[in-house]
């Protein structure tokens, strides 16, 4: 995975195949979404990446620097004990909600500049 695709964006298309999940599947599968965003931020390098100029601004999709990337750590690693927490639960909606949140705010986290932030 390269840095062109967000880091945030892992998990919330990921969280579009929780609801048709079933059991221990869903389990395993929304427990390994934070795991490979953990190891896609150890691939990242510091630096802005996917940026585009749109209606006379310049757009930075994703910013690396080291503090972005501890708070990426720490937010992925907070999914992951979120969704152990949550393993004997059996609420897909609240699964799929709270993937698309966890991967909301790794995504603040990435952004490069306040429009992007936003979208």
Known sequence: MTAEFPP??????????????RGNLRSVYTLFLPLLGIWQLMMLEPGSFGTMVAFGFEQTHVRVDKLSL???YV???AAALGILFAWHRDDRVEHTTALVYGGAAIGAVFAGDLITLFF
């Open 8 to 21: 945030g964006l892992l998990l919330i298309v990921g969280a579009v195949l929780v609801p048709f999940l």
């Open 70 to 72: 501890l708070f990426g």
């Open 75 to 77: 937010f992925y690693i």
